[in-house]
């Protein structure tokens, strides 16, 4: 049930965690200067439907969102330290590259930030009384991951040889379409930062459909190959 891949340790992806420290501190600029000409709360959503009126405060929307980020870089950041106690536990695992791996997590990392970043940036804008399109800013961003997701797909192609005969299928037959599941992620993606200023919700459902069309791809992709016994 193992692999002949060589155990690695994937290098920390510091470019990608200060990009977003970089982001955050001019988050964090921006609640300072913007804090005195918010309102005190927004209703963002108002009751029914069984549940109560959502308004967050000026402080919560100022200040938590850069904290969050923060947060979610440092976890993402420090993921290469356990990843090789991760692949310990299951030994039948393939190894992705390293230099890869790191290429993937600095990409991550750069897709938080603009993502939390609009978002704050938006609220704060609807917070001064500046009527921000929030719904069409957000779904551009999702597409701007949706995009950069696409492009690095290929990198998270698992590598090494399992030594059993049918998980080395189903990880050869899923391996080849790891490269053009990520050109239709990458496709989506254009399509879907488009359509956020047309139909944020057409966009949305691009956006959410494509992510489970590449994946399913790749499912479909390896199983067919581990069904398919070669003589």
Same mark, same amino acid.
Request: with cysteine.
């Given at each position: 049930?193992?692999?002949?891949?060589?155990?690695?340790?994937?290098?920390?992806?510091?470019?990608?965690?200060?990009?977003?420290?970089?982001?955050?501190?001019?988050?964090?600029?921006?609640?300072?200067?913007?804090?005195?000409?918010?309102?005190?709360?927004?209703?963002?959503?108002?009751?029914?439907?069984?549940?109560?009126?959502?308004?967050?405060?000026?402080?919560?929307?100022?200040? +938590?969102?850069? &904290? =969050?980020?923060?947060?979610?870089? *440092? #976890? %993402? /950041? !420090?993921?290469?330290? @356990? $990843?090789?106690?991760?692949?310990?536990?299951?030994?039948?695992?393939?190894?992705?590259?390293?230099?890869?791996?790191?290429?993937?997590?600095?990409?991550?990392?750069?897709? +938080?930030?603009? &993502? =939390?970043?609009?978002?704050?940036? *938006? #609220? %704060? /804008? !609807?917070?001064?009384? @500046? $009527?921000?399109?929030?719904?069409?800013?957000?779904?551009?961003?999702?597409?701007?991951?949706?995009?950069?997701?696409?492009?690095?797909?290929?990198?998270?192609?698992?590598?090494?040889?399992?030594?059993?005969?049918?998980?080395?299928?189903?990880?050869?037959?899923?391996?080849?379409?790891?490269?053009?599941?990520?050109?239709?992620?990458?496709?989506?993606?254009?399509?879907?930062?488009?359509?956020?200023?047309?139909?944020?919700?057409?966009?949305?459902?691009?956006?959410?459909?494509?992510?489970?069309?590449?994946?399913?791809?790749?499912?479909?992709?390896?199983?067919?190959?581990?069904?398919?016994?070669?003589?």
């Amino acid at each position: 049930m193992s692999t002949t891949s060589t155990p690695t340790t994937s290098r920390t992806p510091r470019t990608g965690f200060v990009v977003c420290l970089v982001i955050a501190l001019a988050l964090l600029v921006v609640s300072i200067i913007a804090y005195p000409h918010m309102a005190p709360e927004l209703v963002t959503r108002p009751a029914g439907n069984g549940h109560g009126e959502n308004s967050p405060s000026r402080e919560f929307t100022a200040f +938590v969102p850069p &904290l =969050i980020l923060v947060v979610v870089a *440092g #976890l %993402i /950041a !420090l993921a290469p330290r @356990f $990843n090789p106690r991760f692949l310990e536990r299951f030994p039948a695992g393939a190894v992705a590259n390293t230099e890869n791996s790191t290429k993937v997590l600095n990409c991550v990392l750069v897709l +938080v930030g603009i &993502l =939390i970043a609009a978002l704050h940036l *938006g #609220l %704060i /804008a !609807l917070y001064m009384g @500046f $009527n921000a399109p929030l719904e069409a800013i957000m779904t551009t961003a999702a597409g701007i991951v949706v995009t950069g997701l696409g492009a690095v797909l290929p990198w998270t192609r698992p590598e090494g040889r399992f030594n059993n005969p049918t998980l080395e299928r189903y990880r050869a037959g899923s391996a080849r379409a790891y490269r053009p599941a990520g050109y239709l992620l990458m496709a989506a993606g254009v399509l879907t930062i488009v359509l956020a200023w047309l139909s944020p919700t057409a966009a949305m459902i691009v956006g959410i459909g494509s992510i489970v069309a590449a994946f399913g791809l790749i499912a479909v992709r390896g199983i067919r190959s581990a069904a398919s016994p070669r003589n």
